[in-house]
């Protein structure tokens, strides 16, 4: 009888502490390569869902916009030092009025709404941008690629340097100029959602995400 009730209260403990620890294993890689997701500035809450089946993410956000002197946006990020290329395929899901939505790659020194960055936008009308900010509280800068209603985007930090392509899958990519910001070790790299409205939402598919660096930079 007494071997029965032990045996009992052990598997009560153990369904009580499964249900536990799937939840944290489905926590730990809800983020994929990401570390955290963020709203940043004044906000509606947003998300970011990563698609293991697939190696999708799917980001939904409010904002008013990715511009001037402070943000407003869902950003999923990952810190790290050092030089980095991110490159990842970008789509709009879903069929909106809003040309100025962004989906964006980018780098940022902090998650700040004015923080200093560079990123990589495609619009809901399709044309493509690099943006930055030099300065924390800044204005923004932009300049306009030649590609237009491109997938694949990219943005490379090689020291202080940023440059950022895009074209279609498959083929070659068209590069901008690179612009030169002093952002210090370590900055957040990731990808973020603007749908250029404050109090609505949009979503954007990131897919085939990938981060590289330097063998000389991990650790």
């Not at 536990?20 to 500035?41: C, E, P, R, V, W």
């Not at 009308?125 to 923004?140: A, E, F, M, P, V």
Request: with cysteine; glycine share 10%; aromatic share 8%.
């Amino acid at each position: 009888m007494l071997k029965f009730i032990r045996a009992t209260h052990l598997l009560v403990a153990t369904l009580l502490l499964f249900p536990s620890f799937l939840f944290a294993q489905q926590q730990a890689g809800a983020s994929g390569i990401f570390q955290g997701s963020t709203d940043i500035g004044t906000t509606h809450k947003g998300s970011t869902v990563y698609v293991p089946a697939t190696g999708d993410y799917r980001l939904t956000g409010s904002g008013a916009d990715l511009w001037g002197a402070a943000d407003q946006f869902h950003f999923a990020w990952v810190r790290l030092s050092g030089d980095v290329t991110l490159t990842a395929d970008v789509r709009f899901p879903t069929s909106s009025t809003e040309r100025l939505r962004k989906a964006v790659l980018m780098v940022r020194q902090s998650l700040d709404p004015g923080s200093a960055y560079a990123d990589i936008a495609v619009h809901g009308d399709g044309h493509i941008t690099l943006q930055y900010r030099k300065i924390s509280g800044g204005s923004t800068e932009d300049t306009t690629s030649t590609e237009h209603g491109s997938t694949r985007l990219r943005i490379e930090r090689k020291g202080n340097q940023y440059t950022v392509s895009a074209g279609a899958v498959g083929q070659k990519l068209t590069a901008l100029p690179p612009v030169t910001i002093t952002l210090n070790d370590p900055v957040y790299v990731g990808i973020g959602i603007c749908p250029h409205n404050a109090d609505g939402f949009e979503e954007a598919i990131f897919s085939n995400v990938k981060i590289e660096q330097p063998a000389a930079n991990k650790k």
